[in-house]
């Protein structure tokens, strides 16, 4: 499975941005999608993801401002990313996980990050 990531830049705080990321590969064997980030000095974790069935999970800081969506026709899952703040700022990396057991799914593919850098 290859994982291929976008939409990243600098935007103020407030605004949005939308991540895109496109899979490819044995993608029949993936059951849930995802975003994960990684903040300067802090440790990785994951922020949103999706499963086959449709099931959105969201840890409580991105709850109510980001959006985590799939396009199945085109193997796509986006990061739709309002309400920015700087503590937002990290290298977001799209993930893919062969089984879901919730957010602590083991997330065997990862594409390479793109950063978000939110100023204040």
């Known amino acids: 499975v290859q994982l291929q990531a976008s939409g990243g830049g600098l935007v103020q705080a407030g605004e949005s941005l939308r991540l895109s990321c496109a899979a490819s590969?044995?993608?029949?064997?993936?059951?849930?999608l995802g975003w994960y980030r990684q903040a300067p000095g802090k440790e990785r974790e994951l922020v949103a993801a999706?499963?086959?069935?449709?099931?959105?999970n969201y840890v409580d800081s991105v709850k109510g401002r980001f959006t985590i969506s799939r396009d199945s026709a085109k193997n796509t899952v986006y990061l739709q990313m309002n309400g920015l703040k700087p503590e937002d700022t990290a290298i977001y990396y799209c993930?893919?996980?062969?089984?879901?057991?919730?957010?602590?799914?083991?997330?065997?593919?990862w594409g390479q990050g793109t950063e978000v850098t939110v100023s204040s």
């Open positions: 999706i499963t086959n069935g449709g099931s959105t």
């Open positions: 590969g044995s993608i029949f064997s993936i059951n849930a």
């Open positions: 993930v893919a996980a062969n089984f879901w057991i919730g957010m602590d799914s083991p997330f065997k593919y």
